[in-house]
């Protein structure tokens, strides 16, 4: 069932020029003028106020917050959904490519492990993630509804599953870089992992290893019981583990209260006049909007945004990293998905850097100055701020500059030609888009969780 519900009216111009006295200008009639400017803008892309999402069923979340936490999914218990996607570290791991298992240390001091590589790709913050979102992971490959997800082929989820953030969930514990780990492995407490040795295509026997683990545990026996008291545990799959840590997400990850909420709710006075300059940059001459839009403002569809590669690759491109291209391989498309990543929503980025799918960006301002001209932003690229255990692997070659370049988004083939102060504008718009309650996480997380490994 959809967790959030918006508007059905979009933001019109009625009333546009009834705007209060703004104290940072101290021009009412400017003021109002800009504001009639940007509703009327705003009103283009279908970014409508986004209304509370319903209460989730305590037991669920309650089983979902520990499921979270705790190391007891991961193949080696050492690594939990919260390495990732830390409360702590605005719901990632201020790494520009995830530290998967077998690492070293835990948060933004996260270490590789000895003959470990890094993750393809950058942990994503999971701020909102249940606002009914079409698409997971920056490929996009479990897509859909509640009532119809979509996943590659040879990805068969199971009957149960009641969101696509839920759909999500299932995915990692299957990965041997995020979670599941290499045959051969031990665990933290030097027993044999039992989830590594079974075929990467039976991702069925990994669920139900995974599930296994978590039953012979009695508190969370006792926690799945009072959160589905009509399931025989026999019935118990991970698909319920699942849904569970989706609605402890959608509980506590939702974030909906910035300034620009406020905006939308028809509180002129809730923006800077900069950041209202800027909203007039990203709705119109910038051409933002044109894929950050609806309510999240992004994750609704793909673009070649032209981003400089760096990784260990993954897929048909590797050692490149293709994106979309290896998704529903086979399947009509209108154009060439090589190099598309999901268009990241836009809510609370202030916090969620690195930035693009490869972190390849550490500030909102060096973002800014990628989009102002592509080309010249990509060609130029300086790797000397990544991770010295991730620099050596940036693509910077010709050959491989010329490829993304050859499928980069035509809205990004022209230089925006914004002014230093016209960027700083923009910035602060994207700041407007920060709920305050985002900024601390760290209450949700659990003093301990029911299999006692330690949380970070």
């Not at 068969?156 to 759909?167: D, E, F, K, R, T």
């Not at 016209?422 to 299999?451: C, H, N, W, Y």
Request: hydrophobic fraction near 40%.
């Amino acid at each position: 069932m959809k967790r959030f519900f918006v508007s059905i009216a979009l933001l019109g111009l009625a009333g546009c020029a009834e705007s209060s006295f703004n104290n940072t200008t101290g021009n009412p009639t400017e003021t109002a003028t800009l504001d009639a400017q940007v509703r009327q803008l705003i009103g283009n892309w279908g970014v409508v106020p986004i209304l509370p999402i319903r209460a989730e069923n305590a037991a669920l979340v309650d089983l979902g917050r520990s499921l979270f936490f705790d190391k007891v999914l991961s193949g080696n218990r050492d690594v939990s959904c919260a390495t990732c996607h830390s409360p702590e570290l605005n719901l990632g791991d201020s790494h520009s490519l995830a530290v998967g298992t077998g690492g070293i240390s835990n948060g933004a001091t996260r270490l590789l492990g000895k003959g470990r590589q890094f993750t393809p790709r950058n942990a994503p913050a999971l701020f909102s993630s249940a606002l009914g979102m079409p698409y997971m992971f920056w490929d996009g490959r479990v897509e859909g509804s509640p009532q119809f997800i979509r996943t590659p082929a040879g990805l068969v989820l199971p009957g149960g599953i009641n969101s696509v953030l839920a759909a999500q969930a299932m995915i990692p514990v299957t990965n041997r870089t995020e979670m599941r780990g290499n045959a051969g492995d031990l665990d933290v407490f030097g027993a044999p992992n039992e989830l590594a040795p079974i075929a990467d295509a039976d991702n069925n026997a990994i669920w139900s290893a995974a599930m296994k683990r978590v039953l012979s545990i009695p508190e969370y026996l006792q926690k799945f019981q009072v959160a589905y008291p009509g399931t025989p545990t026999s019935l118990l799959g991970f698909q319920h583990a699942a849904n569970a840590m989706a609605a402890f997400e959608a509980q506590a990850f939702t974030k909906t209260n910035s300034a620009f909420d406020r905006y939308l709710e028809r509180d002129d006075n809730a923006l800077s006049v900069d950041a209202k300059r800027g909203a007039l940059l990203f709705f119109g001459r910038a051409l933002c909007s044109s894929c950050h839009n609806g309510p999240m403002l992004g994750a609704q569809s793909f673009a070649n945004v032209g981003v400089p590669q760096i990784g260990p690759g993954m897929g048909q491109a590797a050692p490149l990293d293709g994106g979309r291209e290896d998704v529903f391989s086979g399947q009509p498309r209108n154009t060439s998905p090589l190099f598309q990543f999901r268009i990241a929503p836009l809510r609370n980025v202030e916090l969620t850097a690195p930035y693009m799918h490869n972190g390849a960006y550490a500030t909102l301002e060096e973002v800014v100055r990628h989009y102002n001209n592509v080309d010249s932003a990509l060609k130029a690229y300086d790797p000397s701020h990544l991770d010295p255990a991730i620099r050596e692997s940036y693509h910077g070659d010709a050959t491989t500059i010329a490829k993304i370049q050859a499928t980069v988004d035509g809205r990004l083939r022209q230089s925006m030609r914004l002014t230093p102060e016209e960027q700083r504008q923009l910035i602060e718009f994207l700041k407007s888009l920060t709920d305050p309650s985002a900024r601390t996480m760290a209450g949700v997380v659990p003093a301990s969780v029911p299999s006692g490994l330690p949380i970070r």
